[in-house]
């Protein structure tokens, strides 16, 4: 997040370093001079016992390298030369830059030094107010809510969900009702026989299709159905679209996970069923849903924030903009 709303400021802050195109432009100027006196000590003006280093006139002293060894775990000799190493790179760079690529970056670390001190101790997702995430938990729960609430409308609790796979016939290959009783009546043979066996996978029942298709019907294998609710508007909101209400009641009378069940019809054909999962209701109370409800509400709600924030600012300096 600092980083976001750093770009945006450090966006903010860079077109002040541009130049005026008329005489009515203003143009705020920072005394790039400020930037060679930063945490720098003339070696002339640095205390014997402090001095370790000196870089072409400038000192680098025992606290540089204390510093060093512990922010970064080096050891004092690494810590020195990195010292050195950093105030010759400082040095060099100083000759490179010009003034305005200073400005630019002197406004840039002003602002997230700003950021850090004062936003972010302000607002953060801690200081978000228990009754917007009251009304958001509200909002997910209800029978009424935001579209926009669709993708995390179950996170905080649903009905129970059932997942299944399938051998299916589809009703096209299945020509007059002579022809349905004999692919029922395979089915509940192929299911006697599997009642027999281990079945403890879904390759395992899988494998029980072959047995179908001795029968000469083309048979379908279908693992990848969605874990299933019995109330219409959860499989509409999760997957845009209905399921046969006769397939998902018989869904649910299966006993238990790993139940293989009695083939039945729909408009759709005939069904073998193997009850993969069972998913159980759950619901969480708004205080069970509190921190989850900060991380999915926190990138918003601190990006209005900082618009507040900003505003807050405006409104404390006198400032014209001219077109």
């Given at each position: 997040?600092?980083?976001?709303?750093?770009?945006?400021?450090?966006?903010?802050?860079?077109?002040?370093?541009?130049?005026?195109?008329?005489?009515n432009d203003v143009l705020v100027k920072i005394n790039t001079s400020v930037f060679h006196g930063i945490k720098r000590l003339k070696t002339k003006d640095c205390p014997p016992q402090s001095l370790v280093a000196d870089v072409n006139g400038y000192a680098v002293t025992v606290a540089d390298v204390e510093k060093l060894m512990k922010n970064k775990g080096l050891s004092s000799s690494e810590a020195i030369e990195k010292a050195v190493a950093d105030e010759l790179v400082w040095?060099?760079?100083?000759?490179k830059f010009d003034p305005d690529i200073l400005n630019y970056f002197h406004k840039a670390v002003a602002a997230w030094?700003?950021?850090e001190q004062?936003?972010?101790?302000?607002?953060?997702?801690?200081?978000?107010?228990?009754?917007?995430?009251?009304d958001l938990y509200d909002n997910i729960q209800g029978p009424a809510y935001s579209a926009s609430l669709t993708s995390i409308k179950f996170y905080f609790?649903?009905?129970?969900?059932r997942q299944g796979i399938q051998l299916?016939?589809?009703?096209?290959?299945?020509?007059?009702?002579?022809n349905m009783e004999s692919v029922l009546s395979m089915m509940r043979l192929v299911k006697s026989s599997a009642n027999s066996s281990n079945i403890v996978t879904d390759n395992d029942f899988g494998n029980l299709a072959w047995n179908l298709q001795n029968s000469y019907f083309r048979v379908g294998f279908e693992n990848a159905l969605p874990p299933l609710s019995k109330k219409k508007i959860e499989n509409r909101l999760r997957f845009g679209r209905d399921?046969?209400?006769?397939?998902?009641e018989k869904l649910f009378e299966?006993?238990?996970e790993g139940e293989i069940m009695d083939p039945f019809i729909t408009k759709y054909g005939a069904h073998f069923v193997y009850l993969k999962k069972i998913i159980p209701e759950f619901n969480k109370s708004f205080e069970e849903s509190k921190e989850e409800l900060k991380k999915k509400m926190g990138m918003g709600w601190l990006i209005k924030s900082f618009e507040k924030w900003i505003s807050e600012k405006r409104s404390k300096y006198n400032y014209r903009i001219y077109l």
């Open positions: 997040m600092i980083k976001t709303i750093s770009l945006f400021l450090f966006t903010l802050v860079s077109s002040c370093s541009r130049s005026p195109s008329s005489s040095q060099e760079s100083l000759k030094y700003l950021i004062d936003f972010e101790k302000k607002y953060n997702i801690e200081s978000i107010p228990d009754e917007k995430l009251k609790g649903h009905s129970e969900w299916v016939v589809n009703i096209k290959d299945i020509p007059d009702k002579e399921f046969d209400s006769f397939f998902i299966a006993p238990s």
